[in-house]
Each structure stands twice: as structure tokens, then as C-alpha cells.
């Protein structure tokens, strides 16, 4: 989104729904990784164009490795884990939301790293209006962001009856599964800004550094003020991630 702002973009972020990022790598220690200090020499497997590999570079910066000291192999999205167990690929990336499959898969062999753990904790999933629209309707798009801080909490407070109307609109789901991604999920929206000034919350100070990261790995055609790339006078203050259900 920054980087089309760049490009002209009228879009504003007003809820951040993940306060921190989920792009994880995963590795097996059977393969010889044991941290991020051992991925040079190693083959990470993931999309094209997926985001960690786009931002390998800031990645890298952060672990101190060398940008070119891993190879990168092109991997579907539901392939990821069949090409780590087939050694296909030594380390894939993933959104931590699905860490449990790969701790049912791998057990104590599995090893991995959040972005978050060495540093880097750049905002995600997020809801972006288009700029003009936001101010001709500032009451509409309030009401709808109000509404999903409601929604998230509510899910917050007891998940059954949101995986209930999950489960009867997504055919195909596993139920345990989503309950598993759930309590991931919940970790991901909790942060010291969505659980005091509310949940959603966007902090300045992190987007400036969102902001340089994009500038340096991905490029800017035109420099914009970021704090036009956000607002939080949509959020309700009173509406704050309640810690106390989030897992350890």
C-alpha cells in the first residue's frame, strides 16, 4: 500500500487488524539449521513475489547475513510444508497463524523464527480506504470500522459462535484447525497500542520505520508524508484487545 501511495495511490490505513507481523520462517533442525545464524548455504522455498522474499534484504540486514548467502526456490503456497518434509527446501516462510500445522507435522524437529523475534515488525493486514471516499463519508467508515473492532472482539471474548458463522459461509474448513489459527491470530493483534488506545491501533512511530523499510527494499517513485498513509480517529478508544485471552 505504501509503495502504490508512492505511485499516487489515494489510500489511507484506518485499522492495522495484526499489530505484529506474522511472516515467520520455518526450518527443520535435522536439516542443520538451528537459528537464523544457519541459514546461509540453505534453500528457503516460497512463492514468487511472496513478501519475505521481496524483503529478504531488511531480513538479512537484521541476522547479519549476506543477501545473496541463500537460494530461493519457487513454491506454491499449499506446497510449503509437503517441500520442507520432502527436503525439497531447507527453511520456508509462512504467516504464523498456521504455525500448528507445522508443530503437528514436525514435532520438536521444527524450529523457527517471527520477523518480530530479530527486529523487524512492520504493520500487515490492515483495513485501507480510498482517501476522497473516507472524506465525503467520515461517518460511514467509521461505523464500519467500529463495528469490525466489535466483530474482532466480540471473537475475542468467545470464538464458538464466529467459527459457527465461519464454518457455514467457508466450505472445506477444519474446525480444531481454525480454533488452533485463532489463538494465533490473537497473539498477532496484541501489542502495548491495541490493548491501551484500542484494538486496530496504528503507532506513528512504527509506520515512519514501515516507512523507511519500504523506502529502502522496495523503492518510493514519489516520497509522501506517511502520516497521510493512516488514521486512527475512526477507531473507538473504548474497544481494546483484551490480553488476559491471549495464550503464553
Known sequence: MLVAKSKGADTVAVMSVYANTGQTFYWLKSYGVNGVKDFAGHKIGNPPGDASRVMWPAFAKAAGLAPDSVG????GPTAKIAALKSHTVDIISDFYNEHDLKVIEFGPDLGYV???DIGLNPYGNSLIVNGAYLQKNPKVVEDFVRVTQKAF?????????CLDALLAQVSGLDRANQERQWERIKFLMTDEFTTTKGLGWIDGERMKKD??????YLGME???????AFTTKMLDPAIKMDASKVKK
Open 211 to 216: 516507512y523507511e523499510l519500504v523506502q529502502t
Open 222 to 228: 514519489k516520497p509522501f508524508d506517511v502520516t497521510t
Open 72 to 75: 530461493f526456490v519457487n513454491v
Open 153 to 161: 472482539a466480540a471473537c475475542v471474548a468467545d470464538v464458538a459462535p
Open 114 to 116: 517471527n520477523w518480530k
